[in-house]
């Protein structure tokens, strides 16, 4: 990939260049994941979220998943962790959103509850007395902003992923 990351880049062309890296999926170029998922177009997150939206939202949480993976296979403890953050975050200002419709939000909350599962099994592999903390807060963190979602009812059928 040799397109640069403009910050005016629509939802499209990061779309675009998705697909693209997942065509030719070189893991040597990791690096073009990272800043992919790095500079995303704040549009993506917004409201009414269309096919590409939807397809594109698809793409950025796989690409940090990808990316937690591989830096956590080379050590990259930080790194790792920051990626899963980071999709947890996003997935979290979407479900807050009053502007997403219901769907989404259900959709979001979802995402949110594997990622923390992920982030949980990711804190306590890890040896640091830190990491034990720091999932203790993460469940603490996850149940009060569930529990303020008491209002959607996720047992009700949402959207596959």
């Known amino acids: 990939m040799t397109k640069t990351f403009e910050p005016e880049m629509t939802?499209?062309?990061?779309?675009?260049?998705a697909q693209q890296w997942?065509?030719?999926?070189?893991?040597?170029?990791?690096?073009?994941?990272?800043?992919?998922?790095?500079?995303?177009?704040?549009a993506l997150y917004d409201p009414h979220i269309d096919e590409a939206k939807s397809l594109a939202i698809g793409y950025w949480m796989d690409a940090c998943m990808r990316i937690?993976?591989?830096?956590?296979?080379?050590?990259?403890?930080?790194?790792?962790?920051?990626?899963?953050?980071?999709?947890y975050s996003k997935m979290q200002e979407m479900a807050s959103d009053i502007r997403h419709e219901l769907e989404v939000k259900k959709w979001c909350l979802q995402r949110m509850d594997t990622l923390i599962v992920v982030?949980?099994?990711?804190?306590?592999?890890?040896?640091?007395?830190?990491?034990?903390?720091?999932?203790?807060?993460l469940i603490e963190a996850h149940v009060s902003f569930m529990t303020a979602q008491h209002h959607l009812n996720l047992s009700q059928e949402v959207i596959s992923a």
């Open 68 to 87: 937690h993976h591989h830096s956590a296979s080379l050590g990259e403890v930080d790194t790792a962790y920051g990626f899963l953050q980071f999709s």
């Open 119 to 137: 982030l949980l099994e990711f804190c306590q592999s890890q040896c640091a007395e830190y990491w034990q903390k720091e999932a203790n807060t």
């Open 22 to 42: 997942y065509c030719n999926q070189n893991i040597n170029e990791i690096c073009c994941l990272e800043e992919l998922v790095k500079y995303v177009p704040a």
């Open 11 to 17: 939802v499209n062309e990061w779309l675009s260049l």
